[in-house]
């Protein structure tokens, strides 16, 4: 129950499918499904799911459409034994990988890029060697925090630019146990030991906890949107604690952005922590005007614009007593295509607010993410050719300001430079010039197979 009850505390994650592997020493299996973890895992699947040691999975897919045979773990077996593998992430280079893969005969089943890693296992002049994942890791590109079991251990492995969170645990009853976030420790009464370091291998088995680096070290390059929007505001992740992080950027962008106003109002949920930051820098009333459905998730991270167009309908709910007749300043943590945030400004304006201040959490989004965010369409970006008045003019509001990436930075404590800013700098640290996008491996196999 450990695995389900992690993967439960971190839904935020990804709420397209779910899956947990588990082995009993002997075989591994796994379940997968599409959906909420608990849509996914009824009782009676978990009953049968008992095993020595198990990992799971949360999808918010980033390459790969979302069906389930894309969900995670991935399980397959070869002449090295049963394996499953799930990965946070993206792999820059997995077209190559695939492409070189399948003129070698090599057949996938997925179109997601985390199944190269198996075909790296399986390849004869990895698999002979006496460390055969050391040897495959030396070909991935991009950001992967993995998680990889077989019958008789699990191994974590964080990419050498440490892009997504991964920590290292320990059970009350004495179990190893690694998590992207430390909100999964929590949930399972383990305590964080420290992170899984960039470029390290991490090993959980019976002998307890060794580890082994295939990577020499270099200057980290840590996801900063995580501490903007995606993790949970409990968990702490690159020596910061994420609610501490977005109230620090709230308290910044209230004094980069003053404004006369009656209220502070938070866009549920991720604008909130940055919003009570705002408010209490500016000495402005903080009230909840915009309230959400707690049933239908987050909406960022649905596959598709129809779904977030109908998810923030469902989701957001103005009350009009606390918005009418008042200037109220809006805090949310971004925008990225700007169509949901558009209507519910909107519907303010038709609750009888008089004047719209919008303020932003983080720099505006130009550039794509390669690494494991869902915007590396540039065309969908509505910063991407648009200045700020513009962008305010689009969403119908009286002003708007995003927070400075000076201002950013100051709010975490690591330095400027061991943090991936690409998606507002344009700035990325290793070659992007043939990324994969969300669907290309998906086009591919249509043209290979129709």
Same mark, same amino acid.
């Given at each position: 129950m450990h695995a389900y009850h992690a993967i439960y505390a971190q839904q935020h994650r990804g709420q397209e499918s779910a899956g947990i592997a588990v082995t009993d020493g002997e075989r591994l299996d &796994?379940?997968?499904? @599409?959906? $909420?973890?608990?849509?996914?895992?009824?009782?009676?699947?978990?009953?049968? $799911?008992?095993?020595?040691? =198990?990992?799971?999975?949360?999808?918010?897919?980033?390459?790969?459409?979302?069906?389930? !045979?894309n969900a995670q773990p991935l399980?397959?077996?070869?002449?090295?034994?049963? @394996?499953?593998? &799930?990965?946070?992430?993206?792999?820059?280079? =997995?077209? $190559? $990988?695939?492409?070189?893969?399948?003129? %070698?005969?090599?057949?996938f089943h997925t179109t997601t890029d985390s199944e190269v890693v198996f075909h790296l296992l399986a390849a004869p002049n990895h698999a002979r060697k006496q460390d055969p994942l050391y040897h495959a890791l030396q070909h991935l590109q991009g950001a992967y925090s993995l998680v990889i079991l077989t019958k008789g251990k699990i191994e974590a492995v964080r990419d050498p630019w440490g892009w997504r969170p991964l920590v290292l645990g320990k059970t009350a009853d004495g179990f190893d146990c690694v998590a992207s976030e430390s909100v999964a420790m929590d949930a399972i009464g383990a305590t964080v030991v420290r992170e899984v370091e960039p470029g390290e291998i991490v090993t959980l088995s019976d002998a307890g906890v060794t580890s082994r680096r295939f990577s020499e070290q270099v200057r980290p390059c840590h996801c900063v949107f995580e501490h903007v929007y995606f993790a949970n505001p409990s968990s702490k992740m690159f020596g910061d604690t994420v609610q501490v992080a977005r109230e620090k950027m709230g308290e910044k962008l209230a004094e980069e952005s003053p404004v006369e106003a009656d209220l502070v109002i938070p866009m549920p949920d991720?604008?909130?922590?940055?919003?009570?930051?705002? =408010?209490?820098?500016?000495?402005?009333?903080?009230?909840?005007?915009?309230?959400?459905?707690?049933?239908?998730?987050?909406?960022f991270i649905k596959p598709t614009q129809a779904q977030r167009n109908a998810a923030v309908q469902l989701k957001l709910n103005v009350v009009e007593d606390i918005v009418r007749d008042q200037r109220i300043v809006v805090v949310d943590d971004s925008i990225v295509r700007g169509t949901t945030t558009r209507g519910k400004m909107a519907q303010l304006r038709r609750a009888g607010v008089k004047e719209i201040h919008f303020r932003i959490s983080c720099p505006p989004i130009r550039h794509g993410c390669y690494f494991g965010v869902d915007f590396p369409d540039v065309s969908q970006l509505i910063a991407n050719n648009r200045s700020v008045d513009e962008i305010a003019e689009y969403l119908g509001v009286d002003s708007l300001h995003f927070l400075s990436l000076d201002g950013l930075l100051d709010c975490v404590s690591q330095p400027a430079n061991h943090y991936c800013t690409a998606c507002w700098s344009g700035e990325y640290r290793i070659d992007v010039s043939h990324p994969i996008g969300?669907? !290309?491996?998906?086009?591919? %196999? @249509?043209? @290979?197979?129709?």
């Open positions: &796994a379940h997968v499904g @599409m959906g $909420l973890v608990s849509e996914v895992f009824k009782p009676r699947v978990l009953d049968q $799911l008992g095993g020595k040691a =198990a990992i799971g999975h949360n999808r918010y897919s980033t390459t790969g459409s979302s069906h389930c !045979d399980l397959q077996s070869f002449s090295g034994g049963q @394996m499953a593998i &799930a990965h946070n992430g993206n792999l820059v280079n =997995a077209g $190559l $990988l695939r492409h070189r893969f399948e003129e %070698q005969g090599h057949i991720s604008g909130r922590s940055a919003a009570l930051g705002f =408010a209490r820098k500016s000495g402005l009333p903080y009230r909840e005007g915009i309230v959400p459905n707690r049933y239908v998730g987050r909406t969300k669907m !290309d491996l998906e086009q591919f %196999q @249509m043209k @290979m197979f129709g």
